[in-house]
């Protein structure tokens, strides 16, 4: 490589790649130094310097100072040079690959099914490669190799090996970004698509929002006579889609996430964002979909949890509710109403906790029951005389008097 030459590729290199001249000059001074001292016998003390001259593109090596003279020098050089000249271009050619795949995270790209490596699909984008990783795929979907395929860019890593694209066919904005292509309403921001839930491969709830009252947004998205939502379904190889309308009211929104099922009541408790869901008989599986998947996928859409109740269910529930209930207030009752009768007792002179047990025991509970009893009665207690029973008759009658 002539002195010339060499400059005349690092200034294209400076044009096309975009990489600095003096940075590519001091690299291939560091490389040719390397190379030098490996070259000539030098003690590892000594420094190595090496000069690239901008202006003739000559390349001379110094030790310590003093310039070395060496036949094999020229050829050395050379050689290095176009090897370090050959990595940055690798290098550079990476860096661009990178940033643009860097720039394009969350739009869908296409390219070619090139090859399938323990589960990923490896796609080509003709530039570099990217992948599907397993988990980004629908096992719904099948592609054989040279089979044309659109995905969504979801991240990409600078590795050594070059830049590594992760692309997604599972992800939910993908779907969103298919409407956006299929739809010119939305990509225009006249209609917005407020949430998506999706069940890979199996169903995707989308919600839409017109912003313009003139534009029906389910019917945009839809098309004539349904083209447009069947080239998405068709590019999600049959997965089905539920157009819903968005609303601020929380129980039209809640109906129609639950669409195709009619819904009888609503209950909602908005400080847990919980909803009650009450619908006939005949719609309950409807409600709810097959394995969940209905109600699942409508209670991610609108962000509340959502139940859903048969009209038999739900008064099973509120008689359960209203037996517990009269239980809790039963059984209140009946503390309030001991705690009530030990306290009117206690009022009694003499009436400690002994005593107090006793009486209750033989059914002197309140003191209702006291100043009724006979002296004979209260006297079969143990330790109660008749003196002591005909004063405690008296005091109850007079504190119920009081």
């Given amino acids: 490589m002539e002195s010339s030459e060499l400059l005349g590729i690092l200034e294209q290199l400076e044009r096309d790649k975009g990489i600095d001249k003096k940075i590519l000059i001091e690299a291939v001074e560091a490389a040719v130094a390397s190379a030098a001292r490996k070259l000539w016998t030098v003690d590892k003390n000594q420094e190595i310097h090496v000069e690239l001259d901008p202006k003739s593109g000559k390349l001379k090596a110094f ?27 690798r290098e550079a050619e990476k860096d661009v690959v990178f940033s643009e795949y860097q720039a394009r995270i ?55 090996r070059g830049p590594q694209i992760v692309l997604s066919r599972a992800h939910p904005n ?82 129609a996430a639950l669409s195709p099922a009619e819904i009888s009541q609503i209950q909602l408790n908005f400080d847990d964002k919980k909803a009650n869901i009450i619908v006939a008989n005949d719609q309950l599986s409807l409600a709810i979909g097959r394995h969940g998947q209905n109600v699942r ?10 139940d859903i109740f048969s009209f038999e269910q739900w008064q099973e529930l509120q008689d359960e509710m209203e ?34 047990v006793q009486l209750q025991e ?27 029973a005909e004063k405690m008759i008296e005091e109850a009658k007079s504190l119920l008097d009081s």
């Avoid at 030790?63 to 940055?88: H, L, M, N, P, Y």
């Avoid at 570099?128 to 990409?156: C, H, M, W």
């Avoid at 996928?297 to 959502?306: D, I, N, Q």
């Fill in 63 to 89: 030790a310590d100072g003093e310039e070395i003279r060496s036949s094999e020098f020229g050829r050395i050089a050379a050689q290095t040079a176009k090897q370090v000249v050959i990595q940055k271009i």
């Fill in 106 to 160: 969350g739009e869908i790209i296409s390219g070619s099914v090139y090859r399938f490596e323990r589960g990923n699909i490896i796609i080509d984008l003709g530039k570099t490669e990217a992948y599907i990783p397993k988990k980004e795929q629908s096992n719904k979907e099948e592609f054989k190799q040279g089979d044309r395929i659109r995905a969504y860019v979801l991240d990409v890593n600078r590795e050594s």
């Fill in 174 to 255: 993908f779907v969103k970004r298919l409407f956006e292509m299929e739809v010119p309403e939305i990509y225009e921001g006249i209609v917005e698509v407020k949430s998506i839930a999706r069940d890979v491969g199996e169903r995707t709830k989308i919600a839409v929002y017109s912003k313009d009252e003139k534009v029906d947004c389910v019917g945009a998205c839809v098309g004539m006579r349904g083209s447009r939502v069947k080239n998405i379904v068709s590019e999600l190889q049959g997965e089905k889609i539920d157009i819903v309308r968005f609303s601020s009211d929380i129980k039209e929104y809640i109906q």
């Fill in 297 to 306: 996928l409508a209670s991610k859409l609108v962000g509340w949890e959502l």
């Fill in 323 to 356: 037996a517990e209930e009269a239980k809790d207030n039963e059984e209140g009752s009946q503390e309030k109403d001991a705690v009530s009768e030990k306290s009117d007792i206690t009022k009694l002179t003499g009436v400690g906790d002994k005593l107090l």
């Fill in 362 to 388: 033989a059914g002197f509970t309140s003191l209702e029951k006291i100043s009724s009893a006979n002296v004979e009665d209260l006297t079969q207690i143990k330790g109660l005389g008749k003196i002591k």
